[in-house]
């Protein structure tokens, strides 16, 4: 059922739906006086805290710029003209955050494709591992870049081992892991943040991946290329079409 300007009747009630929702929240904004979305209280429906979030989110995007994006903990990669979030929270030591989030600041621009944020991922993940070996196995947790030494990065690698034989990751992984810290590590220095004033002031040249570190590269485990038995299965049972078909038994054999 269609309504006169050409709509379903389904759509034209979801559009009625939604419009009265938002006229029942920016009255409630202006009973509250809330100076922001974010000071409106929880919605107990779903629905309308769904769209309260989404206002939030847009009006903080109108206002965003990537400044101040990048000075932040978590980013709106929308802000930086990519898609999704990146986090890095999941990095304690505060000189090695900023670190990390000034290396990524210098590498998002010059990537493409709607997988760079993915890929920003995977390397902030891997920080997010030596931040957590630095944090476990030190008495001052890595909060100290001038105490780091080459000994930091043993620890590191010996624990990516562990998990890699331990089955918590796979020999792939580790190998990205290695390779990605090893990255970072050098554009940290690169980029000159290990010089007075930087984020990773005083750090060591020795606290860094050399040749010989990153274990051999492993197989990343593509899928198996063998025929699924549900094709194998058809393919046996016209066998006898096939041969008849090339007049030869050579196409069975292979099939067999």
Aim: charge should be positive.
């Amino acid at each position: 059922m269609k309504c006169s300007t050409g709509c379903s009747s389904g759509v034209r009630a979801g559009c009625t739906s939604y419009c009265r929702t938002l006229r029942v929240l920016a009255r409630e904004l202006r009973q509250a006086q809330a100076p922001s979305l974010a000071d409106l209280p929880a919605q107990e429906e779903k629905g309308r805290q769904a769209l309260l979030s989404s206002l939030a989110m847009h009006a903080a995007r109108a206002f965003a710029d990537p400044r101040s994006e990048i000075a932040k903990d978590r980013w709106d990669l929308t802000v930086l003209g990519h898609h999704g979030w990146l986090a890095f929270t999941g990095i304690s030591q505060q000189w090695l955050r900023e670190s990390v989030k000034a290396w990524a600041a210098h590498d998002l621009p010059r990537r493409r494709g709607k997988q760079a944020g993915a890929r920003l991922h995977e390397i902030v993940g891997a920080m997010i591992r030596l931040s957590a070996t630095l944090r476990a196995g030190r008495e001052d947790r890595g909060e100290d870049p001038a105490a780091l030494g080459r000994a930091g990065i043993e620890a590191f690698l010996h624990r990516m081992a562990f998990l890699a034989a331990d089955g918590q990751m796979s020999a792939y992984s580790r190998v990205k892991t290695c390779q990605d810290a090893g990255r970072v590590l050098k554009g940290v220095r690169s980029l000159g943040m290990a010089r007075p004033g930087g984020p990773a002031a005083g750090l060591a040249d020795d606290f860094t991946l050399i040749a010989g570190d990153v274990p051999a590269k492993a197989d990343p485990g593509e899928p198996g290329r063998d025929v699924p038995d549900e094709i194998m299965r058809q393919l046996c049972g016209r066998l006898r079409e096939l041969e008849e078909a090339v007049s030869s038994r050579e196409t069975r054999s292979r099939s067999s």
